[in-house]
């Protein structure tokens, strides 16, 4: 007799039954059997084997239930979490890839009715993260492995230190500004009175004499006045001088921390900063004629 088509009834139930991947209801999970329609489901549960299973099970149904429900959980779980980690994702899927292994658990052999029951029951007992949407239900996966949840306490401990370090850098300019600010508000300009000499001495001037004594007058009243006018100048000057040298020595003092932080800044700005483009591993693209036609507008490779 021939081998039938590979498109006929026959042979596409061969392969169908090879893969294992039949209708749930013709699977019977106490014998661990597969029946290919209603007839022989009907005749596996007439059999001797089958109603032996069904006295074991009726000795204690619920160690049975107890026993397939572990199992069912413990597999979609392996699966949720070796496939798609974290990632939040529809229920349907994973339970679709989930019975697509030959050798899985039936859920009409759990204490789960359905899918949405045991998706509920998920969230309830905290294994995972459950949100329904208009769509369907979307489950993640909460990994409580041990070595995970060190990881994630090591980064958020590394984030903390590296946010404190900046606080603490920020406070520090902060503070050094306000110190200068504070020192330029209290260097104010002094003012000081005009000193003469001799308070008696008066200054005066006579129109109706001649012009012989209005000059002599005028230049004992301009030597008297030029004397003090080069005193005045020259303490205005020693003022000035020791002001600015104090100023100075007050400014190094109070820039003395931000001098360092602007150095650390030009030191890092300076040593990230490159003069020059040309790096090896690069493709460049000659625009130029003199290493000859043939390389014109080609591109190359910097060794």
Not at 207 to 215: Q, R
Request: hydrophobic share 30%; with cysteine; aromatic share 8%.
């Amino acid at each position: 007799m021939g081998k039938s088509d590979f498109l006929s009834p026959k042979a596409i139930a061969n392969r169908i039954k090879s893969k294992g991947l039949q209708k749930l209801r013709w699977y019977c999970q106490m014998c661990q059997k597969q029946c290919r329609d209603e007839n022989g489901f009907k005749c596996h549960c007439m059999s001797e084997s089958h109603q032996r299973q069904l006295l074991l099970a009726s000795e204690n149904p619920q160690q049975f239930m107890d026993y397939f429900s572990e199992e069912f959980r413990n597999d979609f779980l392996e699966l949720l979490r070796r496939r798609f980690g974290t990632k939040r994702v529809h229920n349907n899927i994973v339970y679709n890839e989930y019975i697509s292994h030959r050798e899985h658990i039936h859920m009409n052999a759990t204490q789960w009715e359905t899918l949405t029951d045991f998706t509920k029951w998920l969230g309830r007992e905290g294994l995972c993260k459950v949100d329904e949407t208009p769509k369907g239900w979307y489950i993640q996966y909460i990994d409580r492995d041990p070595e995970t949840i060190r990881r994630q306490q090591e980064q958020e401990r590394k984030k903390k230190q590296d946010l404190d370090d900046e606080e603490k850098t920020a406070k520090f300019i902060e503070q050094q500004v306000r110190r200068g600010l504070e020192g330029k508000e209290l260097e104010q300009p002094v003012y000081t009175e005009l000193n003469r000499e001799n308070e008696e001495e008066k200054v005066t001037f006579n129109l109706n004499k001649g012009a012989s004594t209005s000059i002599a007058a005028s230049s004992k009243t301009s030597s008297v006045l030029g004397a003090n006018a080069l005193k005045m100048v020259e303490g205005a000057v020693k003022r000035k001088e020791s002001a600015h040298s104090s100023g100075q020595s007050k400014e190094k003092k109070k820039k003395s921390a931000l001098d360092e932080i602007m150095e650390l800044e030009e030191e890092k700005k300076r040593t990230s900063r490159r003069d020059y483009w040309l790096q090896p591993e690069i493709v460049v693209k000659i625009v130029t004629k003199k290493l000859g036609e043939k390389y014109h507008k080609k591109k190359a490779v910097v060794k």
